[in-house]
């Protein structure tokens, strides 16, 4: 079908008054929305709605690479549809109810810009042993069958449909089930201005209950050139991402994980007409003070079109929370491949919480050319993936592993690391061997041990800066207790995470050495030899 045939669908089902295709006259009852889009985009966008006569009003406020515009709610599919099929995004826009929020948006996307959201707590990696219980439970099967069921009960999930909200009290169901039993877990709708809700299921944390990390995907699907009423499967466009989530969540608590950290597993409404469920949800968190300390989002997780297994968004998301989940990807996919990507301005639910000032992180199917062709159309089908949801295991077993690092606590039978990088059991370095990458806010100390035998003559200490690490950390060394800044036994402060630390004739016992943030710093390993 061509775009000019699809337009002329588009204007009809919109108003149905042939006047509104000539210019957007706003008739007495029209809703007028403001959303925000990127300025690379709007060219585009102008043309395209240009060539079909209507003129699209002069930006109210560009900024950093933001624009505001306002636009009859009419208009919204179309603009959806000129994002995707001239843009390749997902959704590529937010939609706001008013000028003030569209005005805000533009400013808050020029600070989260400016200043990145510290992360509120160091990422690294210590939970081995859980998080390879959990590991060793995700089952392709799960995943395909909750795909299958998204995409083939519901003639679409559009949001402010019928179908839509059924879809959502399907999931709420299944996860309800998945958390039986489970006093310390909760699920619940989260309901918005429109007919389709969220899903949220929350596993409260144990010890620190206050620091919240999210994992999500959208439940919404988008049939682009008949909206309400078309067939819209979505099965990899977002079916994928909530079904990976889900299979995450069901090998937790088929393991009795108990976070220390709360967990949220989110399946958020309205992303395709302009992130509108998680924008409300990171703005009420944001307005209510929750400190989410990280967040994933899975939106397309089923289509190899790639040579490499994942995409990592680097635009609108935290750096030190992408290679936190690229050390994720090294350690507990191995074999896998990740390439760094860009999707341009709000094109999935991560940019919600990247503006709300939370870092977050998106590891997608492909890059941004060998994605899925078939999203927003009748045609994306499980079938059409190959019939399995082979290639979602690994985002789910990304999931779990994040969940596992970040939330921290343990499954049954194993020992809950420590959750801030320090004391011993966890972060413990066996002799001459490199630990797993880790990474590090400003100011944090990040903190290995090894144990050290009697009667040697030497012992060194070493950090190195592994495959595009960022930042400076500098080392710190102590005997017998976690070394400051001001009480060490040795220390190393180049301008780089290369470091080294030697000590002559060391004492037996518990040596501490750790990563201290001069700046924020990414991909850097520790290593201990006597
Ligand atoms: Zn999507």
Redesign the pocket.
Known sequence: MTLKKVVSTVAFLACATPAFAEAPQQSPKEKMVWITIGSDALATVRESFKSDGVELSAPLREKGGVVALRLPESQIVKLAGVIHSKLNR?AGFVAHDSETQALEEVERATTAALAPAPSAVSYFINNGPSVNAMLSGVAELNIRNTINSLSTNYNNRYYNVQSGKDAATWLQSQWTTIASGRSDISVALFTHTWTQPSVIATITGTTLPNEVVVLGG?LDSINQSSPTTGKAPGAD??ASGVASITEAFRVAVANGYKPARTVKFMAYAG?EVGLYGSKAIANSFKSSGVNVVGVLQL??TNYKGSSYDFGMVTDNTNATLNSFTTSLISTYIPGTTYTNITCGYAC?DHASWYSAGYPSTMPFEATMTTDNPQIHTTGDTLTYMGGTATNSVKFAKLAVSFLGELAKGATTGNTPPPTDGGGTGGNTLTNGVESAQYSGAKSSMTCWTLTVPSGKTSLVFNTAGKTSNTGDSDLYVRFNAEPTTGTYNCKSEGSTNTESCSVTNPSAGTWYACSYGYSAYTNVTMKGTY
């Open positions: 997902c959208h466009d977002d992303e939106d397309m999935s």
